[in-house]
């Protein structure tokens, strides 16, 4: 492990290959904004300055990753890199079986389908919009049995994505546990504000659902980020590596779902993973109907390559330092700014609280949709709603849903940007808190069925 010697830390790599990025006007970007329906997910990305709608599928590749894309072998069946993968993940995760997935919302899909049946409920530390939906689909309800902290953006509970765990007691001995096919636990917990939950936690929710014989499934889509946490705050594990604790919280759980598209550095790809000798013969019978061959899963070989060797590179305590110490930075400087934001800061961005932010708009006018439409006016930084629009509608009386959490998130893509960019998005998110009392909410005039916050249309009040 490399010592930290000094109190800053910088990027462990130097910079090769670069983009070129491009400053539009502000007329040019209210023309476009309103023309994407106040929607950041309908902007082009080329009239986006900087780009922190998503940490997902936007990281830079290392120069031994591109290597990798090199060495691609594109055979239908049984590619090289494949194995690779495979290797990465039983090495780092230490599950035993794998089946690849296009990307996280195809191994939900599958998990989903083998394990949930109509009328189950599902246990877990906050919802994330695509698990959900596929628990739905699969005629299961989730229940949220996330610590209250989580829906506090001002407490400064440092494991907000710890389970609550009379709660799920309570569910439990509510529903009866042949009813609950597993726990589902994330590591972090993305809307929550990348939050970590802890091993001591873990451990316990381990021990609850091995006396009622539930199985946990894991969301490892920021394992390493999470594990980072647990090392930095979590006492007894300070000495322990990123990789060991990788480790030890998948030794916890029975089996994962993984959008390799955040920790794992890849612009594509996922999997699901289990020690389970049966869901595994299912998944593989169900990887081909829906994904492709139990050797790709929708995965071109090289992007297996690429994947294999972004996992090993996430679990680098350098390389964690930096991605965090990236977000940190960006977050202490809002706090300096006097913004107010999800707190303690999480894993993979900074989490503006536009309840507060813009205290005059009503839940029902979307004050975290017009809040990312605001930011992109001002600077062309591009940022994502997870608020009301992002919670949908209540599946049973078809109303929406207002979670406590009205979000808008900055997202930041590993080792993409610098420190200077952080500054500028930092100004203009305090520029746009300057004239929060002369911005009104949004109405939403299209809306469609399903996840209805990547096309939801909107227009001004
Ligand atoms: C993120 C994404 C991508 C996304 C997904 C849905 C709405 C908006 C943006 C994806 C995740 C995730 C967790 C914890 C599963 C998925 C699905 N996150 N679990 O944060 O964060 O993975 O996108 O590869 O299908 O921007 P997938």
Redesign the pocket.
């Known amino acids: 492990m490399v010592l930290v010697k000094h109190k800053s830390w910088a990027e462990p790599y130097k910079i090769k290959v670069v983009e070129p990025l491009f400053i539009t006007t502000r007329e040019f970007r209210e023309k476009v904004i309103a023309e994407a329906g106040y929607n950041t997910?309908l902007l082009r990305s080329e009239d986006v300055y900087i780009d922190l709608?998503?940490?997902?599928?936007t990281s830079a590749m290392s120069d031994r990753q591109m290597a990798g894309l090199m060495l691609g072998d594109e055979a239908y069946a049984g590619s090289r890199n494949f194995y690779h993968m495979e290797d990465a993940i039983r090495k780092y995760y230490g599950y035993k079986y794998v089946v690849p997935t296009?990307?996280?919302?195809?191994?939900?899909h599958i998990m989903s389908s083998i394990l949930i049946k109509a009328g189950d409920f599902i246990p877990g530390n906050m919802y994330?919009?695509?698990?959900k939906l596929h628990q739905e689909l699969a005629g299961g309800v989730f229940v949220d049995v996330i610590v209250d902290d989580a829906h506090d953006p001002n407490s400064l509970f440092p494991f907000k994505g710890n389970v609550d765990l009379n709660k799920l007691e309570s569910v439990i001995k509510k529903e009866g546990a042949n009813k609950i096919p597993y726990v589902a636990i994330?590591t972090?917990?993305?809307?929550a504000g990348g939050q970590p939950i802890s091993l001591e936690n873990l451990r316990a929710v381990r021990e609850l659902t091995s006396r009622y014989g539930i199985r946990i499934i894991h969301?490892m889509?920021?394992v390493a980020e999470n594990a980072f946490m647990i090392k930095m705050r979590e006492e007894p594990f300070k000495d322990w590596s990123v990789a060991e604790i990788v480790k030890e919280i998948c030794s916890l759980t029975d089996g994962a779902?993984?959008?390799?598209?955040?920790d794992a550095l890849v612009s594509?790809?996922?999997f699901l993973a289990v020690n389970d000798e049966f869901v595994f013969e299912e998944a593989r019978n169900m990887v081909v109907i829906y994904e492709g061959l139990h050797t790709y899963g929708g995965m071109a070989g090289r992007d297996m390559e690429a994947m294999a060797i972004g996992i090993e590179e996430s679990v680098q305590f350098d390389h964690m330092h930096a991605r965090i110490g990236q977000v940190h930075y960006l977050g202490q400087k809002l706090i300096e700014f006097g913004i107010p934001i999800v707190r303690p800061l999480g894993t993979?961005g900074v989490f503006l609280n536009a309840k507060e932010f813009l205290p005059h708009i009503p839940q029902e006018n979307f004050p975290a949709q017009t809040l990312a439409a605001e930011i992109y006016i001002d600077s062309g930084v591009r940022s994502?709603e997870r608020g009301i629009v992002?919670a949908g509608r209540d599946s049973t009386t078809g109303e929406h849903r207002f979670p406590e959490l009205e979000l808008v998130?900055l997202?930041i893509p590993r080792r993409v940007y610098t420190q200077a960019h952080m500054d500028v998005v930092a100004e203009s998110v305090q520029s746009v808190f300057e004239t929060r009392q002369g911005i009104n909410g949004l109405k939403m005039v299209y809306e469609p069925k399903h996840?209805r916050?990547?096309q939801a249309r909107f227009e001004k009040k």
């Open positions: 997910f709608l998503t940490d997902s599928g296009h990307q996280g919302r195809g191994a939900e994330f919009t695509t698990t994330a972090t917990v993305n809307m969301d889509t920021r779902t993984m959008s390799a598209k955040k594509i790809g996922g993979h994502m992002s998130r997202t996840l916050f990547f």
